[in-house]
């Protein structure tokens, strides 16, 4: 039999998953796929001492079959990019850059990490990549730090006739510290669609710099470019910040860098959300960042399909300064998260992965237009990209409420802030809606119809409760809310049949995991 290796540990009568499965798979004549046989197998190692934690990975996908992914900033990774992740490149130190390191041993992390560079340099087409940010937070404090590298810590040595910062003296460490602090930074403001990492004031980045913010039209919702133009001159910052988490439309990356030319800023675009449109080539010209920006900034598990984490494209120029990412904000990098952006970025240069990426911003155009249709008001009038701002107040109802009645319904995604929402950040006034993952599933024009049908069935259908106890007593909650149970359970039939037909991970028999692990 297929696995006599495993008979004596634990005895005829008593199979492991894994050997049951092989066994009646070669018994009854199936296929044996190898992507769910690696996926059992690690599972079946990890339950031998952390059950618990088996459950949870095996009650996660369960979720996911049974409930619709919206949430913009999320996607299903391939299971070559899942299981790059598990191996013994954890268990390596590997601080520096490639084949530059202060540890030995690391001439395969070399390999690894400079072939994700090399791929990242072939799709974007950037002269510079870095792989170490665990996240993309983590990438925008290192294109910060080394912009003010660049541009106030050297000036500052020449200026003392000094060539590093452990040469100087007290009293001119506090000098230099003094500059650091005293930059400027010009960003979206949050509510406008920007991210907290641009200068949001419960966010560090607003402790390192004076940060300044440009809001979008109070009217179009559209970025005004001479009023961005108007600030910069203003203001002068020295980082001049484009991007976003919550914006529907392009962004004009070639305006943006004259802006900053005229004002001596250095050019900073943030494409955590976008970076898999632009390298599967949707996004290119005056809307490609690359092409345009000093330091690009992005997280690899969104659009880009990779594994949890970030990576910086840059000029040469910055690169040097990107490359001290440790030991200057980050610690040892992850060889077995940059192992697996390797694999991503692979998947990333196919024709099918294009197709993916235009197909992407076809059902975010086609949902945008089906939902303005059903009477549900969609910000700018419609999108440009994988996601879209839908406005919930016109149904007397927050964010918040929005986003739990359909998440009972079963579609998830997040409230969102509107630009200058009256509601703030926790309760909102609007949701984001995201088209990334249900694409990766192959969703297309008809299932979007019918998303959207759903959806504008339930926020309709939908009333905030009134507050009957404590202090609040009568007035209207913010949080809870009504909705007739038949619209519901009819909500969540027509969910439950979309989802039939495209189920996550196909290629995984839950099933028969949720029979060996969460029965036990």
């Given at each position: 039999?297929?696995?006599?290796?495993?008979?004596?540990?634990?005895?005829?009568?008593?199979?492991?998953?894994?050997?049951?499965?092989?066994d009646?798979s070669?018994?009854?004549?199936?296929d044996?796929n190898?992507?769910?046989?690696?996926?059992?197998?690690s599972?079946?190692?990890?339950?031998?001492?952390?059950?618990?934690?088996v459950?949870?990975?095996?009650?996660?996908l369960?979720?996911?079959?049974?409930?619709?992914?919206?949430?913009?900033?999320?996607?299903?990774?391939?299971?070559a990019?899942q299981?790059?992740?598990?191996n013994l490149?954890?268990?390596?130190?590997?601080?520096?850059y490639?084949?530059?390191?202060?540890?030995?041993?690391?001439?395969?992390v070399?390999?690894?990490?400079?072939?994700?560079?090399?791929?990242?340099?072939?799709i974007?087409?950037?002269?510079?990549?870095?792989m170490?940010?665990?996240?993309g937070a983590?990438?925008?404090?290192?294109?910060?730090w080394?912009i003010?590298?660049?541009?106030?810590?050297?000036?500052?040595l020449?200026?003392?006739?000094?060539?590093?910062?452990?040469?100087?003296?007290?009293?001119?460490?506090?000098?230099?510290?003094?500059?650091f602090?005293?930059?400027?930074?010009?960003?979206?403001d949050?509510?406008?669609?920007?991210?907290?990492?641009?200068?949001?004031?419960?966010?560090?980045s607003?402790?390192?710099?004076?940060a300044?913010?440009?809001?979008?039209?109070?009217?179009?919702?559209?970025?005004?470019?001479s009023?961005v133009?108007?600030?910069?001159?203003?203001?002068?910052?020295?980082?001049m910040?484009?991007?976003?988490?919550?914006?529907?439309?392009?962004?004009?990356?070639?305006?943006?860098?004259?802006?900053?030319d005229?004002?001596?800023?250095?050019f900073?675009?943030?494409?955590?959300?976008f970076?898999?449109?632009?390298?599967?080539?949707?996004?290119?010209?005056?809307?490609d960042?690359?092409?345009?920006?000093?330091?690009?900034?992005?997280?690899?598990?969104?659009?880009?399909?990779?594994?949890?984490?970030?990576m910086?494209?840059?000029?040469?120029?910055?690169?040097?300064h990107?490359?001290?990412?440790?030991?200057?904000?980050?610690g040892?990098?992850?060889?077995?998260?940059?192992?697996?952006k390797?694999?991503?970025?692979?998947?990333?240069?196919?024709?099918e992965?294009?197709?993916?990426?235009?197909?992407?911003?076809v059902?975010?155009?086609?949902?945008?237009?089906?939902?303005?249709?059903?009477?549900?008001?969609?910000?700018?009038?419609?999108?440009?990209?994988h996601?879209?701002l839908?406005?919930?107040?016109?149904?007397?109802?927050t964010?918040?409420?929005?986003?739990?009645?359909?998440?009972d319904?079963?579609?998830?995604?997040?409230?969102?802030?509107?630009?200058?929402?009256v509601?703030?950040?926790?309760?909102?006034?609007?949701?984001?809606?995201?088209?990334?993952?249900?694409?990766?599933?192959?969703?297309?024009e008809?299932?979007?119809?019918?998303?959207?049908?759903?959806?504008?069935?339930?926020l309709?259908?939908?009333?905030?409760?009134?507050?009957s106890?404590?202090?609040?007593?009568?007035n209207?909650?913010?949080?809870?809310?009504?909705?007739?149970?038949?619209?519901?359970n009819?909500?969540?039939s027509r969910?439950?049949?979309?989802?039939?037909?495209?189920?996550?991970?196909?290629e995984?028999?839950?099933?028969?995991?949720?029979?060996?692990?969460?029965?036990?």
């Open positions: 039999m297929v696995t006599k290796f495993l008979e004596g540990k634990i005895g005829m009568n008593h199979r492991s998953p894994l050997e049951s499965f092989l009646k070669i018994s009854e004549g199936n044996i190898p992507g769910f046989i690696a996926y059992l197998a599972l079946e190692q990890i339950n031998s001492n952390s059950p618990e934690v459950k949870s990975i095996v009650q996660e369960d979720d996911q079959r049974s409930n619709l992914k919206m949430i913009a900033s999320e996607n299903f990774s391939s299971l990019v299981l790059a992740q598990g490149f954890t268990d390596k130190y590997a601080e520096g490639p084949f530059h390191r202060f540890y030995a041993g690391c001439d395969n070399d390999t690894v990490e400079s072939n994700a560079v090399d791929l990242a340099k072939e974007f087409g950037c002269e510079h990549a870095y170490q940010p665990h996240s983590d990438a925008n404090l290192v294109a910060y080394a003010l590298s660049s541009r106030v810590q050297n000036p500052y020449n200026s003392v006739g000094k060539k590093d910062v452990s040469a100087l003296d007290d009293s001119e460490w506090k000098e230099l510290r003094t500059a602090g005293n930059q400027r930074i010009l960003g979206m949050y509510y406008s669609g920007g991210h907290l990492t641009h200068g949001y004031r419960h966010n560090v607003s402790r390192m710099f004076e300044h913010s440009y809001s979008v039209d109070p009217k179009t919702k559209l970025i005004d470019y009023n133009r108007e600030l910069a001159k203003r203001i002068r910052p020295l980082i910040l484009a991007g976003y988490s919550a914006y529907p439309r392009h962004i004009n990356f070639r305006v943006f860098r004259e802006i900053a005229e004002v001596g800023a250095v900073m675009v943030d494409m955590a959300h970076s898999g449109l632009v390298a599967g080539g949707l996004f290119v010209d005056d809307n960042p690359v092409k345009h920006a000093h330091v690009v900034t992005s997280t690899t598990h969104k659009t880009l399909r990779g594994p949890r984490g970030g910086i494209l840059s000029t040469n120029e910055l690169g040097e990107v490359d001290k990412g440790c030991p200057l904000v980050l040892g990098p992850l060889p077995h998260a940059i192992a697996s390797a694999v991503a970025f692979s998947e990333a240069k196919t024709n992965f294009k197709e993916y990426t235009k197909n992407i911003v059902n975010s155009k086609t949902l945008a237009k089906r939902f303005m249709n059903l009477g549900v008001e969609v910000l700018t009038g419609g999108t440009d990209n996601l879209m839908i406005d919930v107040t016109p149904f007397k109802i964010g918040r409420q929005a986003e739990s009645v359909l998440r319904a079963g579609i998830t995604l997040n409230r969102n802030s509107l630009p200058f929402d509601n703030g950040p926790w309760y909102t006034s609007g949701l984001r809606i995201g088209t990334p993952a249900i694409t990766t599933l192959g969703m297309a008809a299932e979007m119809n019918e998303i959207s049908e759903i959806a504008a069935m339930v309709k259908n939908t009333i905030p409760e009134t507050i106890k404590g202090r609040k007593a009568g209207i909650s913010k949080a809870k809310y009504k909705i007739d149970q038949s619209v519901l009819k909500a969540k969910i439950k049949d979309l989802l039939k037909s495209f189920p996550v991970y196909p995984i028999d839950l099933d028969y995991l949720k029979e060996k692990f969460l029965k036990q």
